[in-house]
Each structure stands twice: as structure tokens, then as C-alpha cells.
């Protein structure tokens, strides 16, 4: 069983288009996350969520929005794509606090062209 | 603010040791760290409370100096399975939130 899958693993699309990736956890976790990952492998927050906050990192444009239907799930959003938006996506989750680990999706390579 | 990593490329025959270091501007509750294969996700290594706290894991083990807002991971006699992407994450005491390091790629060559 996939402690966190993401879907989907690759994505290309268009400029303009919206698209969503998914994410879904069954290991209980109640903090859930989304990192950036550029060409150069930086791992950049996104987002994090519990039940109680969303946590947006103030750069991200709000062309991304995170939408979580219950603790298990977090998908993101992302509205008229542009050619910068290519990258890595990863979905993580952990307990909350600040002394847990966070386990990762396999990542959807998104590609706009 | 990111932690910044030292040194970005690491390359090593195996058998050899590394050390990275993980620098953050700010103060910390707890540093991770984090291993990523090339086409996989970051996995898991080891976590490090404040106090000056060392873990262990397999022949990698870490140190954190809460008072410098530094950690090291220190990478004894490399196997080629250690060749990978690493990366500090930091916790800081006022947020939940996991950011990581810049990240130093790591090649281990028999």
C-alpha cells in the first residue's frame, strides 16, 4: 500500500489551461504539504495544511490554491498555466509538530508548453 | 528564509568520508535530513532536536548546534547506494512549517 500517491506522474499540457494533481494519504497524518521542485532541485514550501490552518508561502502566485476534501487528501489547483510553472510537484504529509517526518508522493512532472 | 547548504557537489570513490553542513538565519527547534535519488522522492534519514542532539543511521550519522543554527551530516566510508541529493530541512519554533536546504548532490564513483 502507497503511504502517499500523487496522480497523476506526468503532465503535460498547454499554456492558459487550468490543471489538478492529487494527492492522497493513508498513513493518519493530519499535516499535509506541497513543494516546488525547480531545474535546480530546489525544494521550495508551497503550502501546508492541518485541519486547523492553511500555511501559504507568500510567494506563490494565487494562480495555485490547495483544496483538501477531508485530512487524507490535499490536491492543488492551478489555474492559467505559464511555461514557469514546469517543474515537480511533490505531496508530503506528517503528524503535526514539529518532531515528525514527512513522507513523500513520487512527484508529477509538470511540463507547459 | 532558506537554509543554505555547503558544499553544493560532493564527489567521492567509495570508501571515502563527506561532511555537509546546513546553515540557517534563523533560530531552530529541529533539523531533518533527507535523501533524494535522482527520478524519486526525498526520503527520510534522520531527525535532530535542539541540545546538541546526534543521531545515527547506518554509517551516516549528524549533529546539530542549535546555538551556531547549524547541522552537519557527516558521511562515513561512502557506499555507491549514497549517491543521491541531500537535504537539510529546518523547523523553526514559531511554524510547523519543513523547509528545506538548497541541497548538495552527492556522487560516490568505485
Known amino acids: 500500500d502507497t503511504a502517499v500517491s500523487q496522480t497523476p506522474k506526468y503532465l503535460v499540457t498547454q499554456m492558459g489551461n487550468d490543471k489538478s494533481i492529487k494527492c492522497e494519504q493513508n498513513?493518519?497524518?493530519?499535516?499535509m504539504y506541497w513543494y516546488k521542485q525547480d531545474s535546480k532541485k530546489f525544494l521550495k514550501i508551497m503550502f501546508s495544511?492541518?485541519?486547523?490552518?492553511?500555511?501559504i508561502n507568500e510567494t506563490v502566485p494565487n494562480r495555485f490554491s490547495p483544496k483538501s476534501p477531508d485530512k487524507a487528501h490535499l490536491n492543488l489547483h492551478i489555474n492559467s498555466l505559464e511555461l514557469g510553472d514546469s517543474a515537480v510537484y511533490f505531496c508530503a504529509s506528517s503528524h503535526l509538530g514539529q518532531v515528525h517526518e514527512a513522507f513523500f508522493g513520487q512527484g508529477t512532472r509538470l511540463t507547459v508548453v | 528564509q532558506q537554509p543554505v547548504q555547503s558544499p553544493q557537489a560532493v564527489i567521492l570513490r567509495e570508501g571515502e568520508d563527506a561532511v555537509i553542513n546546513c546553515s540557517s538565519s534563523?533560530?531552530?527547534?529541529?533539523v531533518h535530513w533527507y535523501r533524494q535519488k535522482h527520478g524519486e522522492a526525498p526520503v527520510f534519514l534522520m531527525i535532530?532536536?535542539?541540545?546538541?542532539e546526534q543521531k545515527g543511521h547506518e554509517k551516516i550519522s549528524a549533529s546539530f548546534n542549535e546555538k551556531k543554527q547549524q547541522s552537519s551530516l557527516y558521511l562515513t566510508a561512502s557506499q555507491l547506494s549514497y549517491s543521491g541529493t541531500y537535504f537539510c530541512g529546518t523547523e523553526g519554533g514559531d511554524t510547523d512549517k519543513l523547509i528545506f536546504g538548497t541541497g548538495t548532490r552527492l556522487q560516490v564513483f568505485p
Open positions: 534563523k533560530a531552530l527547534y529541529s
Open positions: 498513513l493518519g497524518h493530519d499535516t
Open positions: 535532530l532536536l535542539k541540545g546538541g
Open positions: 495544511y492541518n485541519n486547523k490552518e492553511l500555511i
